[in-house]
Structure formats: C-alpha cells, structure tokens
DNA sequence: AAAGATTGAAGCTTCAATCTTC
DNA sequence: GAAGATTGAAGCTTCAATCTTT
C-alpha cells in the first residue's frame, strides 16, 4: 500500500526472538508467583493496585482505570478473590451505584511477600539480564510503540488542518 | 539475599512502559487479526504452523513442539478450529496412536490473507516505530532475557569446567 | 512403562445483556 | 439516557485423569 522499506529475514528474527521472550518471560513470572505466593498474576495485579491506594481500597471504576481491564474482567475477578478471601467488597456511601473493593489483613499479608518476590525475579530475569544501555534503550523503544499503536489523542488536530475557514457559522444551531 | 545492584525509580520506570508495551501490543494484534481475518492469535499461530509444514499438515506432537504450548491446550484449540472448518483431523498410518492435523482450503485462503494484513500490522506498530539500532538491541536483549531464564541446555558444559584429565576415555560404550 | 493424544473440570477473559442509581 | 457495576454464556487455558498404542 504505502512505500515499503523491506522487512527481512533478519529483522523477522529479532521480532521472532522478542516474541518468545515475551512468552517465556509471562510463563516465568507466573510460574514464579504461584509457587511463591499462590497468586496469579491477575490477582497480583488487582492486590498491588489496592496496597498502593490510599485506605487499601478502591472503587470498581478505579480499579478499572488503574490497571486497564474490562469492567467485566474486574468483575468476575474480585468476586474471586473475595471468596479466597484476598479482599472484601462492601457498598459506597456517596454513589449507592458503586461499590468499594478493599484488601483483606490476608491480602495485605500476601501482596507483602508477593511483592518482594515478584521484585527479585523481575530484577534477575530482566534487569541482571540487560546493561544500562540496553534498559534504556528498551525504555524508549516501548514508549515508541505505545505511541505507534495509540494515534495520539492529538490525532483530532490533524485532522483539523484547513480550520477556520474565516467567518464560516459553525453548526447553525 | 545478595548484594542488591539497585533498581531504581528510574528503572522501574523502564519496566512499567515496558509491561505496558507488551499489553497494548498484544491486544492491538489480537483486534487486528480478528477484524481483518476473523481469527484470534492462538488460531492464526496454529495455522501459520500447519501452513509451513511440508504438506500442510503436522502431526498433533509436532504442532506441540512448534508453537510450543500444553499439548492439551493445542488439542482443545484444533477440535474447536476443526468445528470451524479451518482444519480436517485424520488417523495416523504409521503409528496408530498418533493423528494428523491438515488445513483445509477454507484454512489455507484465511491464513493467506492473515499473513499478508498481519504482518503490514507488525511493520506498522514495530518495525515502524523503532530504529535499526534499537532493533538490534531488542534482538540481542530478547535473547538474553531467554538465556537468563532458561539456564541453558549448555548448564552441562559449564559444570564440566576441569573437563578432560588427559587421557580419559570418552565414554566406553 | 512410556508416548501420543483426548477429555472434563475449574479458573480466566470477553461480549452482550441486565439492573440500579444518578 | 448515561454511569457504575454485575451476570451468564461462550471461548480460552491449565491441570489432572484417562485411554490407546507402542
């Protein structure tokens, strides 16, 4: 479609090998919290959202745009862990709509360790593995691509490019 | 436990976009390959298999080693593909335990077009986004990443450090 | 017994529908 | 009607158990 600059055989080597790096780093990981905690790491990911809150808890709604689930994901995993007992849900005051999902002495417990852990192995299979150079490198590459696949809320002014046609009514409403 | 070279704010940083990255990389694959080819990942990875495979069949062991997953996973994944008509299981004449996995045309037709849209994807959210350098640093991160949690088969060779004391028969066998 | 493969149950994830409160 | 949240169904993933053939 566009101008193509050519996609090799090597440069597919480097997307082959960052894929199964991807792979086997998740299957780490996740290996690595369930022995360690019992947790997975959904739940690892709801646990450290409510330890970093202000009071341990967090509406729904908060939780979902913290950690950028499906509202439905968020959902079905609280009632989850509520039954592990990791965390309690109970109604909010102010909004009888919501509701606040907050860690348990059990939660707090486990994230604790989780937490500690979860650090050691992230630094030995990811950070011990690379030199500053690389972090940096990988820190700036990810940003690059996050902006490559999200066309930037600034996309709007784009498309504005031949605005203000002079004194043109805009909407006659 | 050991002396801790110290991961810093800056560093976890690097790490948090990095996590990120791969999130929002994935799920904008998956969205792409679904609107474009009506197939998710794990359908596309199974097709892709089977499609370079000498005569466009795998036995269900070697699409096990390929894409490497829980042979029960790959099994469950081609009854429901199979239901979809994206591939045909048959019995195996050799060995009468094993079964073959083939794509069918319909297969054949979807991965064609899949392969061709995703990989315009992956130019545009990877390659696009990245400069040679920093691909190469992938690369060689990736790999080093791997090496660090799989202790590598060569984990032997490393032990045998005073190896060879002269005249030693290498195995009497 | 080991290899090749399937099955069933349970947890995870998404989608659409629903319900209540604002 | 829109926002906050839950529910149920269907597909995905893992684990353990099973079954057959070697």
Same mark, same amino acid.
């Not at 690595?32 to 967090?58: K, T, V, W």
């Not at 862990?81 to 707090?108: A, I, P």
């Given at each position: 479609?566009?101008?193509?600059? &050519?996609?090799?055989?090597?440069?597919?080597?480097?997307? =082959?090998?960052? @894929?199964?790096? #991807?792979? &086997?780093?998740?299957?780490?990981? +996740?290996?690595?919290?369930?022995?360690?905690?019992?947790?997975?790491?959904?739940?690892? *990911?709801?646990?450290?959202?409510?330890?970093?809150?202000?009071?341990?808890?967090? =509406?729904? #709604? +908060?939780?979902?745009?913290?950690?950028?689930? +499906? !509202?439905?994901?968020?959902?079905?995993?609280?009632?989850?862990? *509520? !039954?592990?007992?990791?965390?309690? !849900?109970?109604?909010?005051?102010?909004? #009888? =709509?919501?509701?606040?999902?907050?860690?348990?002495? $059990?939660?707090? !417990?486990?994230?604790?360790?989780?937490? =500690?852990?979860?650090?050691? $192995?992230?630094? &030995? @299979?990811?950070?011990?593995?690379? %030199?500053?150079?690389?972090?940096?490198?990988?820190?700036? /590459? %990810? /940003? %690059?691509?996050?902006? /490559?696949?999200?066309?930037?809320?600034?996309?709007? %002014?784009?498309?504005?490019?031949?605005? *203000?046609? /002079?004194?043109?009514?805009?909407?006659?409403?």
């Amino acid at each position: 479609v566009t101008e193509v600059s &050519r996609i090799g055989e090597s440069e597919w080597d480097v997307w =082959r090998s960052f @894929y199964a790096m #991807r792979r &086997r780093l998740d299957h780490a990981l +996740e290996v690595q919290l369930q022995r360690d905690s019992g947790i997975s790491r959904p739940d690892f *990911e709801i646990l450290i959202a409510l330890f970093n809150a202000p009071d341990r808890r967090l =509406r729904v #709604r +908060e939780l979902i745009s913290t950690i950028g689930w +499906e !509202k439905s994901r968020v959902s079905h995993q609280v009632t989850r862990m *509520e !039954k592990r007992g990791l965390v309690t !849900k109970f109604e909010c005051d102010s909004d #009888r =709509r919501g509701s606040w999902v907050e860690l348990t002495s $059990t939660g707090r !417990k486990v994230i604790l360790g989780a937490m =500690r852990e979860h650090s050691d $192995t992230i630094k &030995r @299979y990811f950070f011990d593995a690379l %030199s500053p150079d690389e972090l940096a490198v990988i820190g700036t /590459a %990810s /940003a %690059s691509i996050i902006s /490559a696949i999200e066309p930037t809320p600034c996309d709007a %002014s784009l498309a504005l490019d031949n605005v *203000e046609p /002079a004194g043109s009514s805009t909407v006659a409403e």
